[in-house]
């Protein structure tokens, strides 16, 4: 057994990782909730109210919210993205022993589940599980372009940074399984457009319209109305973030920005550990048989990453952030592996000695965090 696993370090790294995420959750639910909590307390009671959409379900099984249902909630979503991320790398891959680097440096990365787990209650995961059912469901008729616009919908009424963080990515999808299938007739590009701006509409509203009309001091009295054990007052601090205008969070962004710059060395390091990774994306885009293809997939993954770099000008969670763009980066792979290629693109290899130390080294980093680097 010690043999064999010697002679495949991948598979071992699979169940490191298994041993990793257990102890990143144990960790987990030792801390206070404060930012998932609140978002499940948070309903349209008062009204159209940005950031409520959670709660507002919540509200339609139970009057009163317990602490624990944040770990409950977030667990059962998470279980759900990891188990659609296993079906989607085993359609699009398969789990034969050339493909396990590949699905180490995804799976395994701490940019992905390791951590969502870390951010466990928090509503980033939502757009990647959305994400992920857009690369598994068929993308034969119009159906598929309003299914994405409904999908972007909910996100947008989950929270509306999702407009930066996952539509993006979503449109991108869109493209590569719909569009560049099916054509731009023009049925398909009125759609389309229709479906982005409704998007925009949606997030203007929100943004601009979805702050709470009453006074705070009422807006956190009903909060605490639904609090199932209402002596931790604490998890309550947060409820000022509903008031705050998109000038106050910009400004305390680049208040906190030199501070926070210290942490991009950290960032360009994990960036750096996938590149075996981000070589296999790059061959995978240069195989793509139609010019027009690659050339569209470059220009998609710099329209990502520039969403990426507004977020990073306007809210500090840069762990958060960083960490969702190379998920998307990951499925964006997915969904260009389906476009029809010149040639099959060479595995990551198993046997290189670099290789396999970017693997452990990737597999034994827990988590990046949610603000600053760990």
């Keep these: ?85 296993v079906q989607l790398f085993r359609r699009t891959f398969g789990f034969e022993h050339k493909h396990l680097p590949l699905f180490v440096l995804m799976a395994g990365s701490p940019f992905f589940l390791k951590n969502f787990m870390h ?27 309003f299914l994405a616009a409904l999908f972007s919908i909910v996100l947008v009424l989950i929270h509306h940074i999702h407009l930066l963080m996952y539509v993006p990515t ?26 982005l701006g409704a998007v925009a509409a949606l997030f203007v509203t929100a943004q601009f319209y979805g702050t709470v009309p009453v006074p705070e001091m009422a807006f956190v009295a009903h909060l605490h109305s639904r609090m199932a054990d209402p002596s931790q007052t604490k998890l309550l601090n947060f409820g000022y973030i509903w008031y705050q205008p998109l000038s106050k969070e910009i400004w305390d962004t680049w208040q906190r920005l030199p501070h926070n710059l210290l942490g991009v060395p950290v960032f ?79 595995s990551i290899s198993a046997d290189d000695r670099k290789t396999i130390v970017f693997g452990w080294i990737v597999t034994l980093i827990p988590r990046v965090g949610i603000v600053r680097a760990f």
């Design 170 to 195: 979503i449109a991108v999808i869109v493209v590569l399984r719909h569009y560049l299938v099916h054509g731009t007739g023009r049925q398909n590009v009125a759609v389309g457009i229709a479906s």
């Design 1 to 85: 057994m010690n043999f064999r696993l010697r002679e495949n370090p991948w598979r071992l790294m699979l169940a490191v990782n298994a041993a990793v995420l257990i102890g990143v959750f144990w960790h987990k639910i030792t801390l206070p909730p404060y930012v998932p909590y609140i978002h499940l307390l948070v309903d349209y009671h008062f009204g159209f109210t940005k950031r409520a959409l959670i709660g507002a379900v919540v509200s339609l099984f139970t009057a009163k919210v317990p602490v624990w249902l944040v770990f409950a909630l977030g667990g059962t979503v998470w279980l759900i993205t990891a188990g659609l991320f």
């Design 268 to 346: 360009a390091l994990l960036i750096w550990l996938h590149t075996p990774l981000w070589r296999y994306f790059r061959n995978l885009i240069a195989a793509l048989s139609i010019d027009a293809h690659r050339h569209i997939v470059t220009a998609a993954i710099i329209i990502v990453s520039l969403g990426y770099l507004v977020m990073f000008a306007i809210v500090f969670d840069y762990s958060r952030w960083i960490s969702n763009w190379a998920v998307c980066l990951f499925l964006i792979l997915h969904a260009v592996k389906m476009l029809p290629a010149l040639k099959d693109t060479p």
């Design 119 to 145: 951010t466990l209650g928090h509503f980033d995961i939502y757009g990647c599980l959305f994400a992920i059912c857009l690369l598994l469901i068929p993308a034969r008729s119009l159906a598929y372009v």
